[in-house]
């Protein structure tokens, strides 16, 4: 029976590539469809849960107030215990790389285990995407 199955889809490329494409559309539908909030408590009155745009501003906001950086744009990913977290920044001049890095690094872990009351494993990732030449004034 399932030689007969197998049979059939050799000998017809089009059920080949519809099989193929079914597949396909699966797969991106598995791996786009990712929840847009994130779950921190659940308890017997109900769940606590922040949504992935705040929690992207909210290290956003942390990142935008250390000296010698410009702008940040921060991507979560992954489950709760285990987010991965990517940090772009565009930083000035002067900017002391090695000590913004350490610093985020800190905080970031702050932010997960004092505001958001999680334990966070995962990476924290900085990348430096630009250099934004200082504002000279009059």
């Known amino acids: ?35 847009s909030r994130v779950t921190l408590a659940t308890g017997k009155h109900g ?3 922040i949504s992935r745009h705040a929690l992207h501003r909210l290290i956003e906001a942390c ?9 940040a744009r ?15 920044l565009k930083v000035r001049p002067n900017a002391k790389l090695d000590a913004i890095q350490g610093y985020l690094t800190q905080e970031v872990a702050a932010i997960y285990r004092e505001n958001l009351g999680i334990e966070n494993d ?11 030449p200082e504002e000279k004034g009059f």
């Open 1 to 35: 029976m399932f030689t007969r199955i197998i049979q059939f889809f050799v000998n017809s490329p089009v059920e080949i590539l519809i099989l193929w494409g079914l597949v396909v559309v699966l797969v991106v539908a598995l791996i786009l469809n990712r929840p």
């Open 47 to 49: 769940s606590l849960q």
């Open 63 to 71: 990142c935008e107030q250390v000296k010698g950086v410009d702008s």
């Open 74 to 88: 921060v991507t979560v990913s992954g489950g709760t215990g285990r987010f991965t977290t990517r940090i772009r």
């Open 122 to 132: 995962g990476p924290v990732e900085i990348d430096i995407t630009g250099v934004v």
